[in-house]
């Protein structure tokens, strides 16, 4: 008999499980509260957390597991970008290593995210999870064209409320996970104004209608405020960048529960040589930007509007941004180090829509996580400095020990 392929590559995956894995003398940082359980043994077993408790519980391991004893190093959840554009299985990989475990794509060019998706699942790549988005919903398409060639229809742009639909309606026939889509332009191109709104309240409305036919939400890239006003009025789940937002834009925020992903440390990045972006053009505009986007996210979390962790890169070979940094600046923005933590674990898992699963170190929960050599709530740069990283039982780093053993 043959199965089904869905059902054979499920098979194949419990035939290749991995053996328990047990990590001691740990001490524990939750990514919810700053309690910390110290010198504690974590057991993993089919991918998730079996248990956590005190001591060297290394003797009482399931038979075959393999034990890491992490020396008194800290514990957290594996990091979550909630805005990234990853589409090669190289980024993927420089992802994963700087400690990110789950990501939500902000848009590739050809669905490159819903097959890694699909891939990193079935255990076939090594990948963080991904909630993919598919192709963005913008009004000139270019070479994206190619992805679908239903999107042929639209090689004339995407402006009307019917082809905003048409494009949702292909990215919803291939998978997606979440929409994106924009309130305004770009701030990486030296010849557009992120201030210049794209989309009205109508057309973004038409957009986030037509994803909800599938129970799918809407993220909307927005810089200027009457954009992201437009968006936010629509029905958009997330604002990504909001750098002029004024405080009326704010309050529906906070009215609606729309999330600011503020991709902080990308514009910062547009201020420094190399990088993704490298542009005198930019490096002007970047110390422009800077200063408002902090002090929208410091207005942000004074109106107790919640905010989640996204790098906004690919992780390509030129990439000096990471997740790291944006919880590291919004510490120096005012967040306390449990809210800072919780923008890239278990508060980004909750916007992304898998806050039941992973974000936090819990019994019940996906061994999603990261070791490190300090505190992160004591200092949140340890997050810069990922010593091994676990995806879902699964060990995709492991830079231990530094010392060699002694030979006989």
Do not use: C
């Amino acid at each position: 008999m043959t199965l089904p392929l869905h059902t054979a590559v499920a098979a194949l995956a419990l035939v290749l499980s991995d053996p328990p894995l047990v990590l001691t003398h740990a001490n524990v940082v939750d990514g919810v509260t700053a309690t910390v359980l110290r010198d504690q043994t974590i057991v993993i077993v089919d991918g998730r957390i079996a248990s956590i408790r005190p001591g060297t519980a290394a003797s009482t391991a399931p038979a075959g597991a393999t034990v890491i004893d992490l020396g008194g190093r800290w514990v957290a959840p594996g990091l979550i970008d909630a805005h990234t554009h990853i589409s090669s299985l190289a980024n993927a990989r420089r992802a994963l290593h700087s400690g990110v475990t789950t990501v939500r794509s902000a848009s590739v060019p050809a669905f490159q995210d819903v097959a890694m998706r699909d891939m990193a699942r079935a255990g076939q790549v090594l990948a963080p999870d991904v909630l993919a988005t598919g192709v963005f919903v913008t009004p000139n398409l270019g070479e994206t064209l190619l992805a679908d060639a239903r999107l042929g229809a639209l090689a004339g742009g995407v402006l009307t409320p019917e082809q905003l639909r048409v494009l949702v309606r292909v990215n919803l026939d291939r998978g997606v996970d979440w929409i994106k889509t924009r309130g305004t332009e770009r701030a990486g191109l030296p010849d557009t104004d992120p201030r210049k709104q794209v989309y009205d309240e109508r057309e973004l409305r038409a957009i986030v209608e037509e994803a909800a036919t599938r129970r799918i939400p809407v993220m909307a890239h927005a810089h200027g405020d009457e954009g992201a006003y437009a968006a936010v009025a629509a029905g958009v789940k997330s604002i990504e960048h909001g750098t002029y937002l004024s405080d009326s834009t704010l309050r529906l925020m906070r009215q609606k529960g729309t999330w600011l992903v503020p991709t902080l440390s990308t514009i910062w990045d547009l201020t420094q040589p190399g990088g993704d972006y490298d542009d005198p053009v930019l490096t002007l505009r970047g110390q422009h930007m800077a200063p408002r986007i902090e002090d929208v996210i410091r207005r942000a979390h004074a109106m107790g509007i919640r905010i989640a962790a996204g790098a906004d890169t690919d992780y390509g070979p030129e990439s000096v941004t990471r997740i790291s940094h944006e919880v590291m600046r919004f510490r120096g923005l005012g967040l306390s180090a449990v809210e800072a933590l919780a923008t890239a674990t278990s508060g980004a898992a909750e916007l992304i829509g898998v806050g039941g699963s992973t974000g936090r170190v819990a019994v019940g929960f996906e061994a999603d996580l990261i070791v490190l050599e300090g505190d992160p709530l004591a200092d949140a740069a340890w997050l810069q400095d990922v010593t091994v990283v676990i995806s879902n039982g699964r060990v995709a780093l492991n830079r231990l020990p530094f010392g060699r053993r002694p030979t006989r």
